[in-house]
């Protein structure tokens, strides 16, 4: 099955869903989850780079992941990496290749194919750009 695994994770409802499938794959193939947070930050004119939070709490999301993968076992490792707004399906894919996982596990949102398309959804653009199997979970 899968030896290593990505997963990218927000302040979404949806988080604790692609936490409870990331560690349940990597229990039945005793693999080692990556957990990504990415801080994501706007370009506004004349303010430069703005931030969306803090690092402090970019920290203690990954941490709480990595603490809640550990407990149940499983090697986790923890990563925050800073983008600009609309370049996270890249910084994903690039987190992926960099440590060589076999699967990507993130969320949707839940807006349709059409919203996703117009609207530019993270999982939309990870699946179509992505060498390696996405699991999306809703």
Do not use: N
């Amino acid at each position: 099955m899968y030896k290593s695994l990505l997963v990218a994770v927000d302040y979404s409802e949806v988080t604790e869903r692609v936490l409870s499938a990331a560690r349940e794959l990597a229990l039945l193939s005793d693999g080692e989850i990556w957990v990504l947070h990415l801080r994501e930050r706007e370009i506004i004119p004349q303010a430069g780079m703005v931030d969306r939070e803090s690092p402090d709490e970019a920290q203690l999301a990954v941490d709480g992941a990595v603490a809640e993968l550990a407990g149940a076992g499983i090697t986790a490792h923890g990563e925050i990496k800073d983008t600009v707004f609309g370049y996270a399906a890249r910084e994903i894919i690039d987190t992926a290749r960099k440590h060589d996982v076999g699967v990507i596990i993130m969320g949707c949102r839940g807006r349709g194919d059409m919203a996703g398309l117009l609207l530019g959804s993270t999982a939309h653009k990870v699946i179509q750009l992505t060498d390696r199997p996405v699991l999306v979970v809703r």
